[in-house]
């Protein structure tokens, strides 16, 4: 089990002064579903980044907690007493991933060349590197290795470098897209390139399978779906938390993926805060009212 916890949290645009998160406080634990709501502009998205390090916010006070057990990685990694808790602010992004934070984007970027299947064992493999690296005795031992890299490279083909060979991961790749129910050529193809956005939406689902994070943010990843390919991300999400135990911090604007994944917990973001908290009855309330009884009703004015 781990919980990831956001609190107090400010901030804002690193190249500029608008302010975007105005003390978000946010708790979300291993096997919970949480739905984050909230009209444009509210924060939503910025505190997913902000989650995953990115560079462009500037983090002006407050803490993004991870709170690990002892077994959160199994037998492979013993985590001592003193590193049960991290602090996400103070680690690059893939220090963050290798914790196991993962960030479903909202708009996937394409790369032609790379085929899914080496870029999944690439990401596997450099986040098990990673992890090994963070949990080792800090001696300074491997202070002249830090900016060398990672061996593995998606554009390098199928050598069988890294923790993962490509015969073992062949087999991890077919048990997770047998789990999402994935046709197995998708994985053949080059990453996200001519996919629909019903497809680059499934990927990122794939990824989290593969990758087995503590907590997933998902960013709108319901955004664009018909009803058909909503229903089959959907059943994703659920995997991972039922078969995997991935906590996961659904952002997004409307309560139809709520019907296909229930939340345990609903939260609505305005003005970049977390104004009002509540069970999936309170997305349901916001699909017939909107958010200005919200505000009407935590601040006194519409």
């Given at each position: ?176 897209m047998e789990q999402l129910d994935m ?49 089959d991300v959907s059943e994703g999400i ?35 805060q977390i104004a009002k908290s509540g ?24």
């Open positions: 089990m781990a919980r990831l916890e956001l609190s107090n949290l400010h901030a804002e645009v690193a190249e500029g002064d608008e302010k975007i998160l105005e003390g978000v406080d946010l708790e979300v634990e291993s096997g919970e579903i949480h739905a984050l709501m909230g009209p444009n502009g509210s924060g939503k998205s910025t505190t997913a980044k902000v989650i995953a390090g990115h560079p462009a916010y500037e983090v002006t006070e407050g803490e993004v907690l991870l709170h690990l057990e002892d077994e959160e990685f199994g037998e492979d990694i013993e985590i001592d007493e003193d590193q049960r808790t991290w602090n996400l602010l103070d680690l690059e992004p893939n220090e963050r991933a290798a914790l196991g934070i993962f960030l479903g984007f909202q708009y996937p970027a394409e790369i032609e060349g790379v085929t899914m299947t080496n870029f999944l064992r690439t990401a596997l493999n450099a986040k098990i590197e990673e992890r090994e690296e963070l949990f080792e005795d800090e001696d300074g031992e491997d202070e002249d290795e830090e900016d060398e890299g990672f061996e593995s490279s998606p554009m390098e083909g199928p050598a069988d470098e890294g923790e993962v060979g490509v015969a073992e991961f062949q087999q991890i790749l077919q048990e997770k046709d197995e050529k998708f994985a053949q193809r080059y990453l996200n390139a001519g996919f629909s956005g019903g497809e680059k939406k499934q990927n990122e689902v794939l990824q989290a399978a593969i990758l087995e994070p503590s907590v997933a943010v998902l960013d709108e990843i319901d955004s664009g779906l018909d009803i058909d390919r909503l229903q659920n995997a991972l938390r039922d078969e995997q135990g991935t906590g996961i911090l659904q952002i997004t604007h409307y309560q139809r993926i709520l019907d296909y994944v229930e939340p345990d917990h609903v939260h609505v973001m305005l003005d970049g069970g999936p009855e309170l997305a349901e309330k916001l699909e017939d009212k909107g958010y200005d009884w919200v505000r009407e009703d935590v601040y006194g004015t519409a």
